[in-house]
């Protein structure tokens, strides 16, 4: 990476699994996954391998980019 910056996390391991913990306070929703059991690290969610599995985060347009490339970190 020639330059990397945290923009949003979801830890899914709270009281609401839609809540961005990271800097920017977005939304997150999503359908077709389960929640995978906390283990040393906070929870994560495993897709149900369907074409309509999805985790989508809401106004990522308000972070400025539009037209660039970006890595989700798993």
């Not at 977005?26 to 059991?37: A, D, W």
């Not at 309509?52 to 347009?61: G, L, V």
């Amino acid at each position: 990476f020639e330059e990397a910056s945290l923009v949003t996390r979801f830890e899914f391991d709270g009281p609401s699994i839609n809540t961005d913990a990271g800097p920017n306070n977005l939304y997150g929703s999503g359908s077709e996954f389960t929640l995978v059991p906390a283990g040393r690290s906070p929870q994560a969610i495993s897709f149900a391998g369907t074409n309509t599995s999805h985790f989508k985060i809401e106004h990522i347009s308000v972070l400025g980019i539009a037209n660039h490339s970006f890595s989700i970190l798993y």
